[in-house]
């Protein structure tokens, strides 16, 4: 069996949220990370270690700082990061970065790192991301000021993990884009964007689907979406708008952007009529395949899968039809597999899907659920 065909469920954890505490909330973002037997679920401003074998607890890290879903995390490998930030001391709302270094072949010991690097408390939100590689910490934090009263602006930093030094900084001010603020009620006015390779992409809510980075105020190219992801120098975009929490996270849709034959036709089981999700040239813009899809409601970029997910129902007569996961290699665009998941029937921003080498790992809600090859 290749590589990427998660068809076999090998494990699957039950998560009791009262151990996370008074965590606060970071649904829509990357809430699930999984390597060989270790499992690591987020809530807010809390993560716990799992041990996929027993399902149980086997360690927690918390963070002291108050914006909940801004803590920023990423798995290399069998390296786990957490970006977090401490007060500075003196007047004024300052803040350091703070960066812990779990191996998730050992998650209990931990090494704390301080980083030289002091942001502004309007500067620190959850619109960032911290990525790793070559050795390097990449940071990017997507601003538009306190409470979102600001201009939008893009800052990027590259820094050393030998040495801790800062190597490289950039950063875009004014930009001309629409960032609304943490309310979840204007999220889904935000415009779709995306951060690859230390580069700001986006495409406005409203318009032409038009791409654009903060190099220039006239967009790269049209592609005439309003959703996308990129990886593999390649752009994945849908027609309709998505719900976005955060760079890393998936896209949200309330409906899906490829729309059922109809109901009764997915209750009897009848094949869905299938869209396509568009997939583009990343340096010239050109259109370079379609992938066709059954109707979805998630969409995001991990490693170097692509992967959708839609919701199950339960039917008239008692049955079930699961929901679906589907996952393609974003460097070679083939279809690897296509997963049938009991009990995932509910659209829920309580979901979320990391994928290491051989596993496969979805979270929804208060369950986890590992597939393997």
Same mark, same amino acid.
């Given at each position: ?58 360690n ?17 490998k ?26 998730? #072949? ?6 704390? *790192?301080? !980083?030289?690097? +002091?942001?502004?408390? &309007?500067?620190?939100?959850? =619109? ?8 390097k910490?990449?940071i ?36 001309n884009?629409?960032?609304?603020d ?7 006015? #935000? ?6 390779? *230390?580069? !700001?992409?986006? +495409?406005?809510?409203? &318009?032409?689907?038009e791409? =654009?980075?903060p ?12 959703s ?5 120098d ?52 050109n259109? +370079?395949?379609?992938?066709?899809t ?28 699961p929901g ?50």
């Open positions: 069996m290749q590589k990427g065909d998660f068809n076999n469920l090998i494990g699957s954890i039950k998560i009791d949220y009262s151990q996370f505490g008074d965590s606060g909330f970071s649904d829509g973002h990357r809430n699930i990370f999984v390597y060989e037997n270790t499992i690591v679920v987020r809530k807010g401003k809390c993560f716990v270690f799992y041990d996929l074998n027993s399902g149980k607890g086997i927690q890290f918390k963070s002291n700082f108050f914006g909940y879903d801004d803590i920023k995390a990423f798995r290399e069998h390296m786990f990061y957490i970006l977090d930030y401490e007060k500075v001391d003196g007047p004024g709302n300052r803040y350091k970065s703070v960066l812990y270094i779990f191996d998730l #072949n050992n998650p209990y010991k931990m090494k704390k *790192q301080e !980083l030289d690097l +002091i942001w502004n408390e &309007g500067d620190v939100n959850a =619109f960032g991301n911290i990525t790793i590689e070559d050795n910490l990449f990017n934090e997507i601003s538009n000021g306190f409470l979102g009263t600001g201009d939008v602006s893009y800052y990027s930093y590259s820094i050393n993990l030998n040495n801790l030094s800062i190597i490289s900084s950039k950063s875009y001010r004014k930009i884009m629409k960032l609304k943490l309310r979840a009620f204007s999220r889904n006015e #935000n415009d779709c964007f995306s951060i690859y390779r *230390q580069q !700001l992409y986006y +495409i406005p809510s409203y &318009g032409a689907g791409l =654009f980075n190099k220039s105020f006239y967009p790269m190219f049209k592609i005439g979406m309003k996308f992801k990129i990886a593999s390649k752009i994945f975009a849908v027609p309709l708008k998505g719900n976005q929490r955060n760079v890393d996270g998936g896209l949200y849709f309330g409906s899906s952007p490829f729309p059922l034959r109809n109901i009764y036709s997915f209750l009897k089981n009848e094949k869905d009529k299938e869209g396509e999700i568009a997939v583009f040239d990343l340096n010239t813009g259109k +370079i395949a379609d992938l066709p059954p109707p979805f409601y998630f969409m995001n970029v991990v490693d170097r899968y692509l992967v959708t997910a839609r919701v199950g129902l339960k039917r008239e007569d008692g049955t079930e039809k679906e996961i589907s996952i393609w290699d974003t460097d070679t665009l083939e279809k690897l597999s296509t997963i049938q998941v009991p009990g995932l029937f509910d659209w829920s921003y309580e979901f979320d899907i990391d994928v290491s080498d051989d596993k496969m790992a979805i979270l929804y809600k208060d369950q986890v659920f590992v597939y393997g090859s």
